[in-house]
């Protein structure tokens, strides 16, 4: 009987094991994480300037989001970010297939292309407002060579949002391409080779053996790119801060500043819960995506 118990209680604790690891970090992320979400779900059926009591007010903050103009181009430019923003994954790859080579001083044309994964957004944003100052930059300069009138780029508001996207594509397609060159050490070279033998060679070695071995990857690619094109922020707060006449507006900045500038905390939330929402239709998707092919 004594046996029994020992064992009863061993298989308990194995199998408790787990959640005495995972309680920390499952405590945090509900404090840090799972209550803000719900939290701001609530304050979004409310009118709050973020002072005083709240004033229950249901669906109207998201009945105004049909009519707010400012609210739909920026659903339009977060739109243009999703789409322009999967340059990144194929840049990505195209740099880490060159730069997976052996030649000499490779290690040192690596670290340039890495580079820029470890600056700040916020040095970003400065480094190509400069770029792009029609007066001093180098842009400017560029123009100037060829005799064609400087472009100001910031200042356009057909341009500006295109601006914003180039400067978000240089740190996003250095992320890709770490990624992807990881995943290159892992290719299989006998498969490599069995393709070679059977006669494939270039677009139908990366098609049929090279890209399926990078399948994991380019689900990372892809899923962090689309969370950080849809949450994009800092450059805009930094290089526009909106403008032109607010063109170039996404829906994180949008809410930003109905929250904390125009003191509608209930309105602000309301464009955080339709982003939300937006982020969480995509990651249903790659998560579908993954759990059918693992099947």
Known sequence: MK???EYKLYRLQH??????FLAPALILFSIFVIFPIFQSIWISFHKWSGFGPMQWVGLDNYIKLGSDLRFISSLKNNGLWLVLMMLAPIFGLALALFLNQKVKGMRIIKSMFFFPFVINLVVIGLVFSWFYNPDLGLLAEIFKAFGLKPIPILADENLATYGII??????????CLILYLTGLTGVSSQIVEAGRIDGAGGVKMLRHVILPQLRPATIVAVTVTVIGALRSFDLIAI????GPWGT???LAYHMYKESIFNFKMG???SIAVVLFLVMVVFISLFLKNIISSEK
Do not use: S
Request: net charge positive.
């Open 15 to 20: 199998t408790l094991a787990p959640a005495y």
């Open 267 to 269: 309105y602000g939330a």
């Open 166 to 175: 180039a400067a978000g594509l240089w740190p996003q397609t250095a992320y």
């Open 239 to 242: 290089m526009t801060a909106g």
């Open 248 to 250: 170039t507006y996404v």
């Open 3 to 5: 046996k029994a118990a």
